[in-house]
């Protein structure tokens, strides 16, 4: 009896110790977990904490795009026409009150237009008779004509010299010696004319005469000239 209890007691102090250090492990378990809750739920604290906060007006730049594209819009439609700053920069249209006043107001009466004869002076006017004798190389002169310029000079010379003996026979000496074109049919009368009709030669050596007088032989590109003064 004394020795199965002693082994009795032996087993059962085992049993005891085994089940202190079970606790004991357990307790050991329960304790790391614990600080490793106690670790992690800091770091997540931690990181809650540096995470930067909201901003409450992030919808401002949006805003203020939305803004100047709905103002931009609306300029280019012409919305901004009758604003301050658009009369500014465009033209300003007359009243109505300013066309009625102008359109009440008489009509100046245009000046009376004058005669143009009175404001220029009336040209001198001159007549005239001539024979032309050409040479090779003058002005208008025809294939036929093959003399020379001395040439042509002494057969104008001649017919002046006859010319102011008689002028009543130009008409005659014009068929005999003149070169131009149809002079003889008309007696070589250019009717009347302008001063300044003629080039500048012929004019010259016509007011040199009195009418009714025969020129001494005036050259122009033409060739030789002897000129009967009739206005």
Do not use: C
């Not at 085992?14 to 202190?20: A, I, R, T, W």
């Not at 079970?22 to 995470?51: F, I, P, S």
């Not at 992030?58 to 012409?78: D, E, K, N, Q």
């Not at 000079?153 to 001649?158: L, S, W």
Request: avoid cysteine.
């Amino acid at each position: 009896m004394s020795k199965t209890t002693e082994k009795d007691r032996a087993k059962d102090d085992e049993d005891l110790d085994e089940d202190e250090s079970l606790d004991e492990d357990n307790d050991d378990g329960e304790e790391e977990e614990a600080k490793a809750t106690a670790v992690h739920g800091r770091d997540d604290d931690d990181e809650d904490d540096g995470a930067e906060p909201e901003d409450p007006y992030w919808w401002t730049p949006h805003a203020v795009l939305s803004a100047l594209v709905l103002i931009g819009l609306l300029g280019f439609f012409g919305m901004f026409n009758k604003t301050p700053l658009a009369r500014l920069a465009a033209p300003v249209a007359p009243e109505p009150e300013e066309h009625h006043a102008v359109a009440s107001t008489p009509p100046t009466p245009a000046p009376t237009p004058r005669p143009a004869q009175s404001a220029q002076a009336p040209r001198e006017m001159f007549g005239a008779k001539h024979l032309l004798v050409m040479y090779k190389g003058s002005r208008r002169a025809p294939p036929t004509i093959e003399r020379t310029k001395e040439e042509a000079q002494a057969r104008a010379t001649e017919a002046m010299k006859k010319a102011k003996a008689d002028p009543s026979k130009f008409a005659d000496l014009v068929k005999e010696y003149s070169d131009e074109p149809g002079a003889d049919k008309r007696g070589g009368d250019l009717g009347k004319f302008p001063k300044g009709a003629m080039v500048p030669e012929f004019q010259a050596g016509l007011e040199k005469i009195k009418v009714g007088e025969v020129s001494d032989l005036v050259e122009t590109p033409f060739g030789f000239h002897v000129i009967l003064r009739t206005q």
